[in-house]
């Protein structure tokens, strides 16, 4: 039974610990279990903190004893992307660099929050070197593996979270994005990802990459879920300079509410182009389901792209100049050149940068004058295998590592919140995602929206096969 229950809702697991079905010990010791059967094939984890799963578990189950009321995540394990601080662990972000850090002294504040709701850490999680990239492939700890075909990429930077959470190993991770690194796993693993509104929830005890672009978020296999970790997380925290002073006001009491009322519309011009029709007829088939027939158009997306990439090139290479210039060849020769490229760049583009951004901003939300929700691909198609350099779009042969945030980078670009949601189309056996895009602030609106996707079976996540 227990190992039954890791391949359903956190919230399920916690309604099985609360009822005494089976004990928060239990469900510990399985989930440490199937990471152990699991992990070789799917390489998410890179540390397991069973010791300290299993005092977390036993004070859960300590407590129930005694009567005391257990938070709404009692007893779910979960796992987090090993940019985020874990008391007694050196915090990797994925670099052979950081191996020889110091252990963190306190927890991220994300990662305490969770606990502080009952939820259980069995470790940390794979991922691209200092989160730059898109692919899932580690040059120093190996790729992450789709837990769907596991000759395929699960995407990138949080390739181990998205692994983890498809692979039946969690129910829920969390993970960094800064250009699409939890929306671009989340479409090729098959899972509910969400990218908060920049400065909602806090980084404090979170490995940087790109300040001004940084969010942290959960993955799930539910939109229950989803919603019930990001309202773990809320709440303000000083720490954090850029974390914007706003109501810590939950969502999952919201999701029953439906999509009635909501005006919703799709985007064309550069989000209906250079994607596999699987891409385009996700959004189709999300776009019919909830009755929206309205078009409109992103103005400056491709250049809001490009402005992205420079930013994060200009800010990554600021940030790791120094190890650039002592231990350049301990870098994955990718992520390095790129970083040396950006430290080279001259500051009069950054400022031309910046100065777009905040026009593309503006002119964003005024189309959240007439709209609610707007709907666009997550990635450009299905995941391409480990490995693969290229892939064929719109009769153009594109590199793989930068285009799977083809259509997510122009939105972080500018802090939106966003949901991705997996459809499966009949006769495929890999996932699609969609985004669900909404004004800042609204987390509740698109979480509505994915909500009742998920309730009318358009979009779903199941834990991957294993034999």
């Not at 997996?422 to 969609?434: A, F, H, K, R």
Request: hydrophobic share 45%; glycine share 10%.
């Amino acid at each position: 039974m227990t190992a039954k229950l890791l391949d359903r809702s956190a919230q399920a697991i916690a309604a099985a610990v609360k009822s005494g079905a089976v004990s928060a010990r239990e469900v510990a010791q399985a989930a440490l279990k199937r990471i152990e059967a699991r992990n070789g094939a799917l390489g998410a984890f890179t540390d397991v903190t069973a010791t300290r799963a299993l005092a977390k578990a036993e004070a859960i189950d300590a407590a129930r004893a005694r009567g005391m009321n257990l938070g709404p995540l009692a007893g779910a394990p979960f796992a987090v992307k090993n940019l985020f601080d874990i008391e007694g662990l050196a915090t990797r972000a994925g670099a052979k660099i950081n191996r020889d850090r110091g252990p963190a002294t306190t927890d991220a504040t994300a990662v305490a929050r969770l606990e502080a709701a009952g939820a259980v850490l069995v470790g940390a999680l794979n991922m691209g070197e200092f989160a730059y990239d898109f692919t899932g492939e580690n040059a120093h700890d190996g790729p992450s593996r789709n837990p769907h075909d596991l000759e395929r990429m699960t995407g990138g930077s949080s390739g181990g979270s998205g692994a983890a959470v498809a692979g039946g190993l969690v129910p829920i991770a969390l993970g960094s994005d800064t250009n699409g690194s939890i929306r671009v796993p989340s479409s090729l693993c098959g899972l509910f990802g969400l990218k908060p509104t920049y400065g909602r929830l806090t980084r404090t005890g979170v490995f940087p990459f790109v300040a001004s672009l940084d969010h942290v978020g959960p993955l799930a296999r539910s939109v229950a879920d989803l919603a019930l970790a990001y309202d773990s997380m809320l709440g303000r925290d000083d720490r954090d300079p850029a974390q914007a002073d706003m109501p810590a006001t939950p969502v999952s009491p919201s999701l029953k509410d439906g999509v009635a009322g909501l005006r919703i519309a799709r985007l064309g011009g550069y989000f209906a182009r250079s994607a596999e029709a699987s891409a385009l007829g996700a959004v189709d088939t999300v776009a019919r389901a909830l009755k929206a027939d309205r078009v409109v158009e992103l103005a400056g997306a491709e250049a809001a792209r490009s402005a992205a990439y420079l930013i994060s090139m200009v800010e990554g290479g600021a940030l790791h100049l120094e190890r650039l210039r002592t231990h350049g060849s301990d870098f994955d020769p990718d992520v390095r050149d790129r970083l040396i490229a950006g430290a080279m760049l001259p500051g009069a583009w950054v400022t031309r940068a910046q100065k777009f951004r905040r026009r593309f901003r503006a002119e964003t939300l005024a189309l959240f004058r007439d709209v609610d929700i707007l709907l666009a691909p997550a990635t450009p198609g299905r995941a391409p295998k480990i490995g693969q350099r290229t892939f064929v779009l719109d009769g153009h042969e594109m590199l793989v590592r930068p285009n799977l945030g083809l259509f997510t980078q122009p939105l972080s670009f500018i802090g939106l919140p966003v949901v991705a949601a997996p459809l499966w189309t009949d006769g495929e056996e890999l996932p699609i995602g969609v985004q669900i895009i909404a004004a800042p602030w609204r987390e509740d609106l698109m979480l509505r929206v994915a909500r009742a996707l998920e309730q009318a079976g358009v979009v779903r996540a199941p834990v991957a096969t294993f034999s």
